[in-house]
């Protein structure tokens, strides 16, 4: 789809096709990202047995270079000549000797037997010593060529992750299994060799805990009222707003209606939620913590429901002293937002247990999603090939509401920002888009993203699935399709007639790339935003599978100094391998903060809440 990146400033003079604002990087000269050094492993010593089979020395055993023998072998002929002289002599005497008795037939006959020994202890002299070392000298060395860089890769897999991390920032030596014959694992080479890259956090002692406890109780058929509630947002706000209702559903003892969605929402997307959910999957998930019904009952349909905007953020107490004597009172609430309504931290264990319930075993997709979704997977994993999920979040809305226009052209950048103006709920208007971007603040670009990944070692035949809509700017994806030329989305990937009830759906079309994403090898988000938080989340709970969260802040620092010269490649690499190194996805306990708004949400890591230590969670009882 796209040709290799060559080099980045290489001896050719050349300059990097994808520095930026399109020009060519004429600054000091860097190492290729593909071009790894001469080899300087020492290679493994072979020699022969007497079957003529090659057999494999020690790793450690001495390879004597060919400019050794040179001394000796000089040496050995002159003695050997010395020796064969006086033979020599012999022979001529005896040659003439022969000529006087018998003749000349009989003199050329017994010379040339002589000439023939002559020539044998010269073979055997020089040929059959000298000769063989040089021999074995010179298979030694083109084998030694040939297998440079073989080593016994570890059984285990975190040494085997370890040593392959050790090789990928010093060389390009291959690794194979010593088990396996040589030629049969040509073709697996570059598999192995990346095969690190693909390793998810170690994960061992961390395992779910979102089981009901043994104290906990079943609802009963007495309820204090009903609960209406519209999801605002996009999908995965949507979602997780639900998971929120579910649990303030709980605490209010209300009995919760199918929730309706939104569909005024940049998406406009009209779906609804039996459109999206399986319903009765979630309805009778469940049924043993909070009671949720279709519709409202005949006797309350006609009820005017009293209207209320949750606080953002509240925890269990305002629910209680301020919502549940609503409740009572009007028997019919509607909350017209439910995003971010319930508190990140603070409450207890058994409401953080049921928001988990909610979201990763309740709130599954029809089956129609699931089973195109699963197919999606299936096709990205063609081969037996690893893929990565990458969630780039530059969109229009996004660079509009953040205010960043970086690499953009300046038409293109007054219509972001006229846009901006335009939406009346962005509070936001006048943004310093550069500055925005030297803290951190902007999505990453499609060509900053190549750089990262490039940097951490995936290479130039990586799967990649894109998580996201229609990417803004003319051209602004070259660079990313410059270097990775199997780059998929849902509109590649599935056919129009799979896709055709999906067509002008997009809370739809996003259900299928939240199931890809899931089920990634790795996944890497450029931005915080609600999916990335949801996806990141889910992939913990499953067993941390490995997530990049690129540190945007010092990333486009690094990206500005390779682009003035400032840094090689190969120090570009390095930094951004150890800049990396503790952002994808390990355990770690959530962080709080002084402002729910700041701290850590609880869908983006529900640890602790939802996981737990093993040799802890054996003694966990719920508050």
Known sequence: MGSDWGTVNDKSGQGSPIMGNGKRFSGQVVNSPRYSGPMTRRALSFKRNNSHDVEVAAPDSPIVEGDQYSHESRTAYHQNRAHIKPLLKKSAAIARSFNNKTGSRQCVFYSCGVFVVFLILMKISTVGWLGYQIEQNTMSKDLSRTLLGLRTLPNSEEERAKHLTEESDTGNSIWIDSSDAIASQTHKVEQIQNSALWLKPKSDSFEQCIDHSKS?????????GY???????????????????????????????????????????????????????????????????????????????????????????????????????????????????????????????????????????????????????????????????????????????????HNLTSNEAEELQQMRYDVNHWKEKDIDGEEKRRQGGCPMTPRETALLLKALGFPSTTNIYIVAGETYGNGSMKAL????ENIFTHSTLATEEELETFENYQNRLAALDYIVALESDVFVYTYDGN?????????????????????????????????????????????????????????????????????????????????????????????
């Open 481 to 484: 399709y410059d270097e990775f």
């Open 227 to 405: 609960l209406l509630v519209n999801a605002n947002g996009g999908l995965n706000q949507m979602r997780t707003g639900i998971c929120d209702m579910v649990a303030v559903a709980r605490i209010i003892n209300a009995t919760l209606v199918l929730p309706s969605l939104d569909h005024s929402s940049f998406w406009s997307d009209p779906s609804g939620f039996k459109d999206l959910f399986d319903w009765h999957h979630f309805i009778d998930t469940l049924k043993d913590d909070i009671n949720i019904v279709e519709f409202l009952p005949p006797l309350y349909a006609k009820v005017e429901p009293f209207k209320k905007t949750p606080v953002s953020w509240s925890k269990t107490s305002y629910y209680k002293t301020e919502v549940l004597p609503l409740l009572k009172h009007h028997k019919v609430l509607y909350f017209t937002h439910t995003d971010s309504r319930l508190a990140n931290n603070g409450l207890s264990s058994s409401i953080q247990k049921l928001r988990c319930r909610a979201n990763y075993q309740a709130l599954r997709y029809t089956t129609s999603i699931e089973e195109l979704g699963n197919t999606l997977v299936a096709r990205m994993r063609k081969d037996g090939n690893p893929y990565i999920a990458l969630h780039l979040r530059y969109e229009k809305d996004m660079l509009s509401f953040t205010g960043c226009a």
């Open 216 to 224: 906990s109780k079943r609802p009963g058929l007495d309820t204090n």
């Open 531 to 623: 999916m990335a938080k949801a996806v990141q989340g889910h992939r913990r709970f499953e067993g941390f599978r490995k997530t990049i969260n690129p540190d945007r802040q010092n990333l486009v620092k690094l990206i500005d100094n390779l682009d003035q010269g400032q840094i090689s490649w190969k120090k570009f690499v390095s930094k951004v391998k150890r800049l990396h190194a503790d952002r994808q996805g390990a355990p770690y306990p959530r962080e709080s903060g002084d402002f729910p708004k700041l701290e850590e949400n609880f869908y983006a890591n529900p640890l602790p809440g939802c996981i737990c230590e093993r040799h802890r969670s054996l003694n966990m009882h719920e508050s």
